[in-house]
């Protein structure tokens, strides 16, 4: 099946960027869509952005007009582009991925999580 290996988290200041990524990487027939989601210590996990194999994208209010998601679905891998970014912020980043394996079964696969840690 499909893994999903995330990268780009660290420590930043307010205000600062990052980028993150999550590459698929496996066999499979097609991967649809693709989000971001973030975990903070003591809340629930919170659906941030999702796009489609073809490009079409959706936000939480909470990362609009702050965060980008897109897709390289040559390379089979999701970016956020994070910009402002403010304490708040400071979460585990896990990327998701609708996958259809090649025996035909959609299954729902997640990366392993990246810390981001924003200070003021």
């Known amino acids: 099946q499909v893994q999903l290996v995330e990268s780009g988290g660290g420590s930043v200041q307010a205000g600062d960027s990052l980028r993150l990524s999550c590459a698929a990487s496996?066999?499979?027939?097609?991967?649809?869509?693709m989000g971001w989601y973030r975990q903070a210590p003591g809340k629930q996990r919170e659906l941030l952005a999702t796009?489609?194999?073809?490009?079409?994208?959706n936000y939480a209010d909470s990362v609009k007009g702050r965060f980008t998601i897109s897709r390289d679905n040559a390379k089979n891998t999701v970016y956020l582009q994070m910009n402002s970014l403010k304490p708040e912020d400071t979460a585990v980043y896990y990327c998701?991925?609708?996958?259809?394996?090649?025996?035909?079964?959609?299954?729902?696969?997640w990366g392993q999580g990246t810390l981001v840690t924003v200070s003021s």
């Open positions: 998701n991925a609708d996958t259809l394996t090649i025996s035909v079964v959609s299954i729902q696969v």
């Open positions: 496996g066999i499979f027939l097609h991967i649809n869509l």
């Open positions: 796009i489609t194999s073809r490009g079409s994208t």
